[in-house]
């Protein structure tokens, strides 16, 4: 599938050999590298400002901030994958992590993510009203992401994107998971700005 952006969870630095055969395709890259479950990687082939960043709980996030175009507003992308939460701890660094990130703006936003974290916590019904961010499947039936081995309609949708108003949805598609490299599955939307 050809995409503008693509926004990479859980890379390891056995992937760099295939990031540099992306750099025609795709020129503005960055990302960390990890053996843990949090390098990160973002692709564009769109100009625009790409820095990484370190959240709660020592895990990077990478912001890029889209430049102006004839077609197009500004528009900054998010790409977070904050802490499992398998104990109190890390629950906690998880929403304190979404709580500072995902703070109201007037730019436009697109926020895509392993939010570890389904459409009905209430967690997640908080921090979208707090964020003044839509769901971007929230119209569709989730289609589950985690874990890929699990039929769709059996599997977590904790993949998602997010978006400000003044972006619309046009396209949402859970992809199959076999031959990734992963235990989630892909996530594909196509967008359109007002």
């Known amino acids: 599938m050809d995409a503008d952006i693509l926004a990479l969870l859980e890379v390891p630095p056995a992937w760099q050999p295939w990031l540099h055969t992306q750099q025609l395709p795709y020129p503005f890259q960055v990302g960390v590298l ?7 990687w973002v692709l564009s082939r769109h100009p625009g400002r790409l820095t990484v960043h370190i959240a709660t709980g020592e895990t990077p996030w990478v912001r890029l901030a889209l430049v102006r175009t004839a077609n197009r507003p500004p528009v900054e992308v998010l790409v977070l994958h904050p802490p499992l939460p398998i104990n109190a701890e890390l629950s906690a660094w998880r929403n304190q992590q979404l709580t500072d990130l995902l703070v109201p703006t007037s730019a436009l936003r697109v926020v ?3 939010f570890n974290l389904t459409p009905w916590s209430p967690w997640n019904a908080l ?9 971007a499947g929230a ?3 989730p289609s589950g992401t985690w874990p890929a081995l699990l039929p769709s309609w059996m599997a977590l949708p904790i ?5 400000s108003a003044g972006i619309s949805v046009v396209a949402r ?3 199959p998971g076999q031959g990734l490299p992963s ?3 892909a996530i594909w939307n196509q967008l359109c700005f007002q």
């Open 173 to 175: 598609r859970v992809l």
């Open 139 to 141: 119209v569709l039936p």
């Open 34 to 40: 990890r053996d843990d479950p949090f390098g990160i």
């Open 112 to 114: 895509v993510s392993d």
């Open 159 to 163: 993949d998602r994107t997010v978006v």
């Open 183 to 185: 235990d989630h599955r």
């Open 127 to 135: 921090l979208l009203d707090r964020s003044q961010l839509l769901d």
